[in-house]
């Protein structure tokens, strides 16, 4: 079994409890790594590393620090293949989907905090004759990042690098579900030359390793990504000492089709929307409206689409479907779709696990299900599933629409299908998410707001809400 390690000041070492948790691999339904079980110990010697580390790396020029981030993209570039093959093993989504969205991604967002490393620039306010005012955006200190095991390697760096592009030490905490990423992110780090202490990755489950990252007092500020749960839990611990806190929380995303937009182009992306990576990204929209006239049309369309959709091993190119992420997980959404069954819910495809042959004959595979029949109120429309499950439901009027797509207590994404421009514009104002998409889905320019209303989350990621989330703003009042 592959033992893997801490990456502290500069160094891979051992937890100092000496305590492992097993990591599976999904295809295969056995564990083959094992991963610290960091705790408080950890977290301090991190955080002590950082601390000296911290003079050195905020007063270093932009351009050195972009140099180093940049050497960690292209590292990350280089070693593409062996990084999909690894995500692909430790989460069981399809090899082709880590080496065309993961790792490209993860790359990409260290280029992108690179440049932006260069490029950010502060506000300055003049008071006519009296006085000018000028913005320092100063860099945090130590700061802690935490992320989920949907997207690995691609949500820990979209945390990680605008932190230390913005000249910030780090604490980062993978998921122990998909650790493997992370682990290989370590040693590129060595590789690249990043001074000891600046980035340093734990390990550990998240009521150890994680809450003991929270509540460090010299860790100012929390980055987390996961769910609505322990998204609650952080804000708990975090507000009364003050800390800056960004949540990027669960969704129950809508759909929502009218009958004037382009069919296919819709359906295309509607069993992407759907279905992607098992349906275990947060964006994944699982609530799915249809106007009226063509909901038989699209639920025609939309079955058979689904139906033609490979589920197999991971490692398989063909493979569009793979392996659940971990068995509790597994478990988790073959409840739901239980659950919506016994709330009377009809399923129009899927609803079994799949057993396939050979090495992953004990895999954790679950067949894309499409539900019809409930209402908007029940369950199964109202709780994330964050599987390969959806809901199909009709609808007449926009208000109606609307009033089913803010329903819940979620608010991350929404897509909108119409050729009416008009409509377009007034349900993306109305419609009560933090990210729209219209005739598209996933269509992302890292320079834009990203994040949640209501239980799914608060603050911004991306572009310059990324960086002044990692800096302290300070005002400076020049009298004329
Ligand atoms: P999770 O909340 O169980 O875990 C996420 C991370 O937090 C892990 O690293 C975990 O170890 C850690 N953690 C758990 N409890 C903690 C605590 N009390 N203190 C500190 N750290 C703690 O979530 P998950 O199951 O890994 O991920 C799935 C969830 O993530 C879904 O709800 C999904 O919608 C959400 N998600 C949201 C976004 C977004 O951008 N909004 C993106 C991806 C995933």
């Given amino acids: ?102 790792i490209p991604r993860a790359a990409s967002n260290f280029r992108f905090f690179a440049a932006a490393a260069l490029q950010f620039a502060s506000e300055s306010h003049h008071m006519e004759n009296s006085a000018i005012n000028y913005t320092l955006r100063q860099p945090i200190g130590v700061v802690g990042c935490i992320s989920p095991w949907n997207l690995p390697l691609y949500l820990f760096t979209w945390k990680i690098a605008p932190a230390l592009a913005a000249g910030n030490c780090v604490i980062a905490k993978p998921s122990e579900v998909t650790p493997m ?102 964006l994944c929209g699982s609530r799915i409206l249809v106007e009226r006239p063509i909901y038989e049309k699209f639920v025609t369309a939309f079955v058979a689409a689904t139906k033609q959709l490979k589920i197999g091993d991971p490692m398989d190119p063909e493979t569009f479907i793979g392996a659940i992420v971990s068995k509790p997980h597994f478990d988790k959404i073959n409840y739901h779709i239980r659950l919506a069954q016994e709330e009377g819910g009809k399923l129009l495809c899927g609803g079994n696990v799949v057993q396939l042959a050979g090495r992953c004959a004990n895999g954790w595979f679950i067949e894309p299900t499409i539900i019809e029949g409930l209402p908007w109120d029940c369950r199964t429309n109202q709780e994330e599933i964050f599987g390969p499950v959806v809901t199909v439901m009709p609808f007449d009027t926009e208000a109606e629409a609307l009033q089913i797509a803010n329903s819940t207590s979620y608010g991350l994404s929404a897509t909108i299908w119409t050729e009416n421009l008009t409509r377009a514009h007034r349900m993306a104002a109305q419609v009560q998410s933090g990210i729209i998409w219209i005739n598209c889905w996933l269509h992302r320019d890292l320079r834009t707001p990203f994040g949640g209303m209501k239980n799914s989350g608060t603050g911004r990621e991306g572009g310059n809400e990324a960086m002044r989330f990692f800096t302290e703003a300070k005002n400076v009042c020049i009298k004329l």
């Fill in 1 to 102: 079994m592959i033992q893997l390690k801490n990456y502290i000041n500069g160094k891979l070492i051992q937890p100092l409890n000496n305590q492992y948790l097993d990591n599976y691999h999904p295809a295969i339904g056995l564990p083959y790594s094992l991963v610290p079980d960091s705790d408080e110990r950890d977290v301090e010697l991190a955080v002590a590393a950082a601390g000296a580390a911290f003079e050195g790396w905020s007063n270093m020029q932009a351009e050195q620090r972009c140099k180093i981030l940049l050497k960690i993209a292209d590292l990350i570039d280089s070693k593409n293949d062996l990084l999909a093959e690894i995500e692909s093993i430790d989460s069981g989504k399809p090899v082709k989907l880590a080496a065309t969205l993961d």
């Fill in 181 to 282: 990423t992370a682990f290989e992110l370590s040693k590129i780090c060595m590789e690249a030359g990043m001074p000891a202490g600046v980035l340093n990755i734990l390990h550990g489950a998240g009521p150890h390793c994680g809450a003991a990252i929270v509540k460090h007092s010299t860790i100012k500020a929390i980055s987390f990504t996961g769910s609505t749960r322990a998204g609650k839990e952080i804000a708990s611990v975090a507000a009364p000492l003050f800390k800056k806190i960004s949540l990027e929380l669960g969704g129950k995303n809508p759909n929502i089709i009218f009958a004037d937009c382009d069919f296919e182009k819709m359906i295309r992306t509607t069993v992407l929307s759907s279905f992607n990576n098992q349906g275990e990204i947060c």
